[in-house]
């Protein structure tokens, strides 16, 4: 059977056979046969707007690989770091080049010091960090000209080696703002997570020693929310990118896709609907309103997955680690009958709707002691490196500026009337 498709111009009956590559048909091809004639699609629901070999994604199935390691795998045996090398180089590292990449990505750590007390203290005090988050890292490219040398593979690697490095000290930089900390320097004798944590949380002793548990939770969801192939924030930062603009610039971008709660923003909605259902005799009646109409599931459901997120499954393991140290999060017991609930009716089962990654993610954030707010936060760090794993590829591919089509349905031409006869 011929890898093809052929459509056929009722109007004309004329036919052009269009090969079938990848799994797609180039658009390209369709043009030849019907010039000005566009793919009608909104979300994107069906256009593959690039060809990509970091993530693969089998929605179906519940798979989720890195560059072809199962997630996993991932999860269980490897690091944050080594993971964002692999997301970027496409190759796991050898031990030497794991050193050199977690000595460089530890000795970026620092910020400048205008960025700190001009730009991060000149917010609103109670400014929301992802807001903050968002506008930091858009600010970088003010102290880093060289970051619009993309084609410089130097100046690129620093650039990306900047920003992975510098995410959790602004990360950290704006919660303690928000709570009228002091700010915490990095410590470069810690590793990547625990170096987050320290800044977080340190006070007044002279080495802040972050639980190894928690620790070890916080790497692994940093390994889960590292890539997820074209999502809504990774389009942003390709979308940007493709205009050349700098690397800062385009992340910045991709952190205010994250912010939104269809996004990034989903797990504090998920503690929002859990804390307001209450107790375990409301999930019915919460369930009921949401088939109404009124309101949707937080953490369930997904574009791509119509199974369950592979990434929630691991989470949820994780979650009893977590609990063990920090005491079981109160708004477990719901969450775990909200789920049961879901998953045995007849509207989430033909809707093919499951928990997603952040149906657990906020439970074990909230039990770690992390305010609402920061939950986009926290995504955006490890996310930082799928993000600038797709812009370097994005850049290699040469790929054309992003400049979609519309179909237009505005008022045919009409004259200009002047107001007093409007
Ligand atoms: N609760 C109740 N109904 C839902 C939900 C939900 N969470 N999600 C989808 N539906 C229904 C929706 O009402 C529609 O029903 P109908 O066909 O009767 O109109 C059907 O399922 C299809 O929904 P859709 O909006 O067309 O699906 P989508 O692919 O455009 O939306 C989504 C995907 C993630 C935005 C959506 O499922 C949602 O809003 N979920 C809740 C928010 C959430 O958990 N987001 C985190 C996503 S995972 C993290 C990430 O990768 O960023």
Redesign the pocket.
Known sequence: MPESITITDNRTGQSLEIPITDGGVPATEWAKLLPGIWFYDP?F?TTAACASSISYLDGDAGILRYRGYPIEQLAEKSNYLEVAYLLLHGELPTEAQFDDWEHEVTHHTFIHENMRKRFLEGFHYDAHPMGMLVSAVAALSTFYLDAKEIFNPESRDKQVIRLIAKMPTLAAAAHRFSVGMPFVYPDNGLKFAANFLSMMWKTAEFRFEPDPVLTKALDLLFILHAD?EQ???TTAMRVVGSSHSDPYSACSAACAA?YG????G??E??IRMLTSIGSLENVDAFVAE??Q?H???????????KNY?PRAKIIKKTADEVFKITGKNPLLDIALKLEDVALNDD??IS?K?YP????YSGLIYQAMGFPLEMFPVL?AIPRTSGWLAHWIEMLDQDSKIARPRQLYTGTDVRNYTPIESR
């Open positions: 979300g629901t997820h999502n809504c924030s994250l709660p269809r996004h990034g989903a797990n909605a998920v949401v088939k109409g309101g949707r599931l937080q953490g369930f459901g997904h574009r791509v997955y997120d509207y989430f809707r709707l997603n990654v952040d149906f995504f």
